[in-house]
């Protein structure tokens, strides 16, 4: 069973800040970052247990892929993945930055 996978609007506002801050050193690079970012969760249609659990929360249906040094956090509902942030490895991840319960 494919799954819908849908980015949260903050998933979408931290995209756009991570390629804002690379392109500053270099456009290219942003770009791949990006692609690879995208790339990542375009898999999780077909495979969305793929990653692992979120340490923070050690809960099944929160999980992170990681492109490059940036954690991919979605959620696993029911027949929906949502990409709920992507955040850079080093960063602390708090329940209020991921608008769940």
């Given at each position: 069973?494919a799954?819908?996978?849908v ?6 506002e ?9 392109f ?8 791949t970052?990006?692609q ?9 249609s077909n495979?969305?247990g ?6 923070e929360?050690?809960e099944?249906t929160i999980?992170?892929l990681?492109a490059y040094t940036y954690?991919i956090i979605?959620?696993i509902?029911?027949d ?15 329940q ?5 319960e």
């Amino acid at each position: 069973m494919a799954y819908r996978v849908v980015w949260s609007p903050k998933a979408l506002e931290d995209v756009d800040a991570i390629a804002a801050y690379i392109f500053r050193d270099s456009a290219s690079f942003a770009a791949t970052v990006v692609q690879k970012i995208l790339d990542s969760s375009d898999k999780l249609s077909n495979f969305p247990g793929s990653g692992s659990i979120v340490p923070e929360f050690n809960e099944d249906t929160i999980r992170e892929l990681f492109a490059y040094t940036y954690r991919i956090i979605y959620l696993i509902q029911e027949d929906t993945v949502t990409i709920a942030a992507v955040i850079h490895g080093k960063r602390l991840l708090a329940q209020k930055n991921l608008n769940i319960e």
